[in-house]
């Protein structure tokens, strides 16, 4: 079978970065993984000040506004390092809600596709065309969730 999910409300909503799901990372606390994902685009930049403005607006989609904003200085090394970057904000959010997690894990070995009409890079575009990255990041953390489950009940079966 094939998920597809996109906004919140829908099923699966809970696999976008746009869902409520806070994160913290190095300190940082991030009321979606999209306020994240977004505010990253500026570190070491002459825009650095945009960073707390992210972390602040409401709404994921002021986030990514702002995030997309091409008359901003994004880092020059963002295609290099995004997808790292989106991977520590997927999986700090698995990890850390495990109402969620339940979701992730349960959808078994099912291909996960991010239904975006309009992005061809995370998502799969209008068309089915795009590479879908998201999809395919959420379904390498199920994969690593569950690895790191086995791992754990090896340690308490050894003792
Ligand atoms: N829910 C939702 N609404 C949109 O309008 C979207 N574009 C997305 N997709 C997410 O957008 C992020 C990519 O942003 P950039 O194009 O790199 O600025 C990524 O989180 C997609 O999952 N979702």
Same mark, same amino acid.
């Given at each position: 079978?094939?998920?597809?999910?996109?906004k919140v409300e829908e099923p699966y909503g809970c696999f976008s970065n746009f869902s409520p799901h806070p994160i913290q990372i190095d300190g940082w606390c991030w009321q979606t993984v999209?306020?994240?994902?977004?505010?990253?685009k500026f570190v070491g930049t002459t825009d650095e000040a945009l960073i707390r403005t992210i972390k602040n607006v409401s709404t994921p989609m002021e986030a990514a506004?702002?995030?997309?904003?091409?008359?901003? !200085?994004h880092r020059p090394d963002w295609e290099q390092v995004k997808q790292q970057i989106m991977?520590?904000?997927?999986l700090t959010k698995f990890l850390t809600?495990?109402?969620?997690?339940?979701?992730?894990? !349960?959808?078994?070995e099912d291909v996960?596709?991010?239904?975006s009409p309009t992005d061809y890079y995370w998502g799969c575009g209008e068309?089915?065309?795009?590479? !879908?990255?998201?999809?395919?990041?959420?379904?390498n953390v199920?994969?690593?969730i569950r690895q790191h489950l086995a791992q754990a009940n090896c340690k308490l079966v050894d003792r």
């Open positions: 079978m094939t998920i597809y999910f996109y999209e306020h994240y994902y977004q505010a990253h506004l702002l995030g997309r904003d091409r008359t901003r !200085n991977w520590r904000g997927v809600h495990p109402d969620i997690q339940q979701i992730l894990l !349960n959808t078994g996960i596709v991010e239904d068309d089915q065309t795009g590479e !879908n990255h998201l999809g395919k990041m959420l379904m199920r994969q690593h």
